[in-house]
């Protein structure tokens, strides 16, 4: 029943306004909004450009052809949206690569600081949350989207090193959140067991006690410092509560014995991390998900693919060299490769209690921190989105002429009902969400 007919029906039963929380969500009156499907997000992230002519359809519309790196994902072309033109027009401190890996998801100018790179600026963190954590929040505060973690962040390949060029996701302004690319420590989040839970729920209630008695005494900067440390005890204190009600309605992948997190066992490491993706959704651990190969001047060695050139130095080698581009051809369709992986087993896995599959309510971001590795452009960053859930027209192919990618950003929270006025970079957003109905 809309909004309309509820006040109608108030009215004529002469209640006040109110009563309506009280007697809107009784079934038998049939005055709660009908409640919005599943709707998941995973933003895939693969690094050092693409290779333009082998990557974009030459058409616009729905009558497209995929080129060769697109081809894995051929059984998929009617729900697929390529979108060229989107650029990073975030400039300030940082090399492109820092800008290109720490603004994909932000959208906003990094911090100044001390981490150089290339023979531009050095700088920080960025100043701003991510795309797939400002949804996730939004999601985790409504109790009908509420999941376990909120999001989960997956990597394939990624160093232990922690600097701008290994940072997509943010929790907030100099808050890069790290994602995971051990695919056992993963899982040991997901379903490894809580000890001496009754002890540790003893222990964060003296912590919380002991921040109340503190708060009075300092300044109001370390009054800021405690808000968050309480935020990260609320947070404790809601994940032992989760667990405790978590129900897995399939039980956790088995994963292969002893595949240790190095270069030339990154195909195997990948298939792992998506089965517990695909896990974790189907458990509703989470509604939003980040899959990171690499990083930013990422140098794997794709020796899987008789490669033995470091990605990131094939990147810089110039257009006229044959070999290299055949080579980053070659890696950039491996990559479509794994994500074909990801869309079938989404596609395979029903829903649970509703029709359709995983795929029809999960939509899926391949993107890139630059546009092309030996240029370092900002410009056309490749977005594929593949999937369902979000209400974009799919099986389509547009030119978008150099649009701000931060309006990609806010049609994907417009479309999970977040309505944002802006997202990062205000004024990269005048012209609104992308229109992608």
Partial sequence: MN?????????????????????????????????????????????????????????????????????????????????????????????????????????????PGNVQGGSDTPSGWASG????????????????????????????????????????SYAGPNKPVAPISDPYQMYQKLYGQLKDKQNLESILEDVRDDLKKVR???????????????????????????????????????????IADQNDNVPRLSRMQIDLLINSFVNDMARVATLQYTKSVGQARMNWLNIT????????????NAEAQEKLVKINKWFA?????????????????????LLDHTLIVWTNELGKGNSHTLDNI???????GFGFKMGRSLNLDKAPHNRLHLALAHAVGHRIETFGKPSLCEAGPLNLS
């Fill in 3 to 111: 909004a309309l007919h509820r006040r109608d029906f108030m009215r004529r039963l002469g209640l006040s306004a109110a009563a309506l929380p009280f007697v809107a969500g009784l079934p038998s009156l049939g005055l709660a909004a009908p409640a919005r499907p599943r709707q998941r997000l995973i933003i895939m992230f693969s690094p050092n450009g693409t290779i333009p002519p082998a990557y974009w359809p030459e058409e616009t519309g729905t009558d497209f052809k995929l080129k060769e790196i697109l081809s894995p994902l051929d059984a998929f072309k009617n729900r697929m949206l390529v979108l060229k033109g989107l650029c990073n027009k975030v400039r300030g401190d940082g090399d492109s690569h820092m800008r290109g890996m720490s603004c994909l998801l932000t959208g906003i100018e990094l911090f």
């Fill in 129 to 168: 949350i991510s795309i797939d954590q400002e949804i996730s929040n939004f999601l985790q505060g409504r109790e009908d989207t509420r999941t376990r973690f909120g999001s989960l962040e997956f990597g394939v390949g990624v160093t232990d090193r922690a600097d701008p060029w290994t940072r997509m």
């Fill in 216 to 258: 009075p005494l300092v300044s109001a900067e370390d009054r800021r410092l405690i808000e968050e440390h309480e935020a990260l005890v609320r947070n404790m204190e809601r994940e032992i509560a989760a667990y405790s009600r978590q129900k897995l309605r399939v039980g956790p992948p088995t994963l292969q014995e002893g």
């Fill in 309 to 320: 050139g470091a990605h990131h130095e094939l990147s810089h080698e110039p257009d006229n």
């Fill in 337 to 357: 490769g794994e994500l074909r992986y990801l869309v079938e087993k989404l596609a395979a896995t029903p829903e649970p209690g509703e029709p359709g599959s």
């Fill in 382 to 388: 490749p977005f594929t989105l593949i999937g369902g």
